[in-house]
């Protein structure tokens, strides 16, 4: 079993056991479930940066990133700095995150917020919603083509944005449809842990422009950005990189300043 499979069959437990805890009525009365939406591709399409900021404690690659941060500091740090949006990492047992931090999170700032979920049934959708999310993931990997098709659709009618993310040419060719708002190329290899952006070149072209490019994992340089950037990436997704420092607001804002110099 690779370390995603791994992940899934908890999901599945984990899904059906909040699923007796708080019913659909109660994430769909909740007081978020009516708010607006903030577009993150939007956002990507008119941005300078195209940076989406994460809230990452630990991952099953890399341990403990950093454990000793509060959310809301971490987004309004983000905000200041000018990110397009910020990525809320929501699984507890492999990454030592919560649906309160993205609460807190939302609580915290007015950015785009990407609920960071291995989504596996629809009721984790509307619970995005009712925690105050403005965009889910996908994983193709981790899902069927009809999955990807009723997922997104539910997604779309609360008014979130969808990116959908692809390892390789089969999961890309799978996804690609009307209801997705980005597609991301995850650089690292699942099997592996091995990062290379030549990953997101490669399938940068068989991406239809009408969806926005995100560029994910490995992303630490600026010089890895403008690498990307004539592939017709928008968007990059920056997980490990400014959660590894003291303060990530501020190494966001430096980061930024420097690209944009």
Do not use: W
């Amino acid at each position: 079993m690779n370390i995603l499979d791994k992940i899934v069959r908890d999901k599945r437990f984990e899904v059906e056991l909040r699923k007796n805890l708080i019913p659909t009525k109660q994430l769909e009365n909740s007081v978020l479930f009516d708010r607006k939406t903030v577009s993150l591709a939007s956002n990507l399409r008119h941005s300078k940066s195209g940076i989406i900021a994460e809230h990452k404690r630990r991952s099953p690659s890399k341990s403990i990133i950093n454990n000793s941060l509060n959310v809301q500091d971490v987004a309004k740090g983000y905000e200041n700095a000018g990110v397009c949006g910020m990525s809320v990492l929501t699984d507890a047992k492999y990454f030592g995150g919560s649906l309160d931090d993205l609460l807190l999170a939302r609580a915290s700032c007015n950015l785009p917020l990407l609920r960071k979920e291995f989504i596996i049934d629809e009721y984790q959708i509307l619970e995005a919603k009712a925690y105050g999310a403005d965009v889910i993931l996908l994983i193709a990997a981790i899902l069927t083509k009809k999955e990807i098709k009723q997922f997104s659709e539910l997604a779309k009618s609360l008014q979130l944005d969808v990116l959908l993310e692809v390892h390789n040419e089969a999961e890309l060719h799978k996804s690609i449809m009307p209801s997705l708002d980005m597609l991301g190329v995850n650089n690292r290899n699942l099997k592996t842990f091995e990062v290379s952006l030549d990953t997101s070149k490669a399938l940068s072209k068989m991406i239809p422009n009408e969806f926005v490019k995100v560029s994910e994992s490995g992303i630490s340089s600026i010089e890895a950005i403008k690498e990307l950037i004539p592939y017709g990436y928008q968007g990059f997704l920056i997980g490990e990189n400014f959660m590894k420092t003291d303060n990530p607001g501020k190494s966001a804002t430096n980061f930024i300043k420097a690209l944009q110099s």
